[in-house]
């Protein structure tokens, strides 16, 4: 399977616990992107990586939250200190960027629950 | 103010039959770009169809086509001879500026499509 992978697919949670999750883009993609969907409504923009540099950060990523791509391939996005808020679905996304832009391409998410 | 407009939370069509979602975007910029995305019950979202402000020809993929009307800020996406597979929520999104590299897109509210057999 050659798509973008997220791990786990379902996390439930008690607050107040850290959490972690994991997306591996498509191999030749330097572009990667975090969104958060809640119910019945549509994705909002987290963050995004062109290789390792986190290039912009929105406003609804907490302190809590922080994201990495080390190595400029697989991504980790790690919640602390859950809230019931943060309950949502968290998709990735990733594409190729040569000066123009590419369609990306988004995994199948990961459902978080805090309980 | 509210970017990306989906007035339709739920549509019931007959399988075979064409079917229209509307959408409607507020933006400032000359130079942006237009998405339609469907998110089965498995949760992925799949790229449909994309629309570039400066494109004079409505965008089209096998069954699909997008409604631009510039003027009226809107882009419709249309599904011909609908099938039941296409039962989904879509969600139109929308990227700003001239960029073409910065991919952050605002999403609607989207609209759940389910097709009759």
């Known amino acids: 399977d050659t798509g973008v992978s997220q791990d786990p697919r379902h996390k439930i949670t008690k607050r107040g616990q850290n959490v972690t999750f994991r997306c591996d883009p498509i191999s030749e993609h330097n572009r990667l992107y975090w969104y958060r969907q809640t119910l019945g409504q549509g994705p909002e923009f987290l963050t995004y990586f062109q290789n390792e540099a986190q290039l912009e950060k929105s406003r609804l990523l907490s302190d809590r939250f922080s994201a990495e791509r080390p190595k400029g391939s697989f991504s980790t996005l790690e919640i602390q200190r859950t809230e019931q808020g943060d309950s949502a679905m968290y998709l990735c996304?990733?594409?190729?960027?040569?000066?123009?832009?590419?369609?990306?391409?988004f995994g199948q998410g990961t459902r978080l629950t805090v309980v | 103010a509210q970017k990306i407009t989906q007035t339709q939370p739920g549509m019931f069509v007959q399988e075979k039959e064409a079917v229209t979602l509307d959408c409607t975007y507020d933006?400032?910029?000359?130079?942006?770009?237009l998405f339609w995305y469907k998110q089965p019950s498995s949760g992925e979202m799949i790229f449909l169809i994309y629309?570039?402000?400066?494109?004079?020809q409505n965008a089209t993929e096998g069954r699909y086509s997008l409604n631009f009307q510039k003027a009226r800020k809107s882009a419709n996406l249309v599904i011909s001879a609908s099938q039941l597979g296409d039962s989904a929520m879509y969600f139109c999104a929308m990227r700003e500026g001239a960029d073409f590299g910065n991919e952050k897109l605002t999403f609607g509210t989207g609209t759940r499509l389910t097709i009759i057999p």
């Open positions: 996304a990733s594409s190729f960027y040569v000066g123009q832009n590419t369609e990306a391409f």
């Open positions: 629309q570039g402000s400066y494109d004079e």
């Open positions: 933006t400032s910029d000359q130079s942006y770009g």
